[in-house]
C-alpha cells in the first residue's frame, strides 16, 4: 500500500463549487504539505503543517484552505472554485529525525479541472 | 528566502550521450538541497539531496549532483543517459532554520532520443 494517498485521484468540477481534496499518509511524519504544479511553473507551495497545531501559509495560499484533523490527515479545500485553479495537486509529508531534515515524500498527485 | 533557478527549461540528447541540468539557488543561510525526477503521468521520486558533508553527492539511476557553495550551484549530471531518463527534474531547496519548507525549480525537461 502506497504510504501517501491522495483521494480524488481526478475531479472534474464547475465555477463556484467547493472543492475539497484529502491526504493521507502512514509513514507517521509531522510535517504535510499541499502543491500544486502547472506547467513550466513548477510545484508552488499553497500550504504546510508541522504538526496537527501549527499550520502555515505557502507561495500561493489565496483561494485555498487547509485543516489538518490528524497527524496522518491534511485536507486541502477551495471553497469556491475558479478556472485557474485548474492544476495538479501534491500533498507531501516529511520529519525531523535525529536532528537531521529528511526528504520530502510525495503522494500520487490529484489532477483537479475546474469549467 | 530561499529561491531556485533552473537554468534550461528543455534539455534534448541523444541516448548514451551525458548531460547536465543546471540548478542555482539564492539563500541568506545554510541549505538543504535536492533533486526530484517526474516520470510521464506520475507523482515525483527523490532522486538525491545535499545534507552536509560531501559535496559529490550520488543518487539513483547513475545521478551524481555536486553542490558548489561559492557558486551556489547544485547541477545534476549523469555521464550516459538512456532512453528511460526522459522525465521532467525538478531541483529543490530549503533553509536549514526550523519551520521551513522545500521551494521547487520550475524544473527541466530532459528528452532523451535514439
Known amino acids: 500500500d502506497a504510504d501517501v494517498t491522495q483521494t480524488p485521484r481526478n475531479r472534474i468540477t464547475k465555477t463556484g463549487k467547493r472543492i475539497m481534496l484529502e491526504c493521507s499518509q502512514t509513514?507517521?511524519?509531522?510535517?504535510m504539505y499541499w502543491y500544486r504544479q502547472d506547467p513550466g511553473l513548477g510545484l508552488r507551495l499553497i500550504y504546510y503543517?508541522?504538526?496537527?497545531?501549527?499550520?502555515n501559509k505557502g507561495e500561493i495560499s489565496d483561494g485555498y484552505s487547509v485543516s489538518r484533523q490528524a497527524q496522518a490527515k491534511f485536507s486541502l479545500s477551495l471553497e469556491s472554485a475558479i478556472p485557474n485553479q485548474t492544476a495538479l495537486y501534491f500533498c507531501?509529508?516529511?520529519?525531523?529525525?535525529?536532528?537531521?531534515?529528511?526528504?520530502?515524500?510525495f503522494g500520487p498527485g490529484t489532477r483537479l479541472t475546474v469549467l | 528566502a530561499q529561491s531556485v533557478t533552473q537554468l534550461d527549461s528543455q534539455v534534448p540528447v541523444f541516448e548514451e550521450a551525458p548531460v547536465e541540468l543546471r540548478c542555482n539557488y539564492s539563500?541568506?543561510?545554510?541549505?538543504?538541497l535536492f533533486w526530484y525526477v517526474q516520470y510521464p503521468n506520475q507523482g515525483l521520486q527523490l532522486l538525491l539531496k545535499?545534507?552536509?558533508?560531501?559535496?559529490l553527492v550520488k543518487g539513483i539511476n547513475g545521478f551524481e549532483a555536486e553542490f558548489n557553495k561559492s557558486q551556489t550551484s547544485f547541477h545534476l549530471r549523469k555521464p550516459s543517459v538512456h532512453i528511460s531518463d526522459t522525465a521532467e527534474y525538478f531541483c529543490?531547496?530549503?533553509?536549514?532554520?526550523?519551520?521551513?519548507?522545500?521551494?521547487f525549480g520550475k524544473g527541466t525537461t530532459l528528452s532523451v532520443s535514439s
Open positions: 503543517s508541522f504538526d496537527v497545531k501549527d499550520i
Open positions: 529543490a531547496v530549503r533553509s536549514n532554520q526550523a519551520g521551513t519548507a522545500l521551494i
Open positions: 507531501a509529508t516529511s520529519d525531523v529525525r535525529d536532528g537531521t531534515y529528511n526528504e520530502q515524500f
Open positions: 545535499y545534507l552536509s558533508g560531501s559535496t
Open positions: 539563500s541568506s543561510v545554510s541549505v538543504y
Open positions: 509513514k507517521g511524519h509531522d510535517r
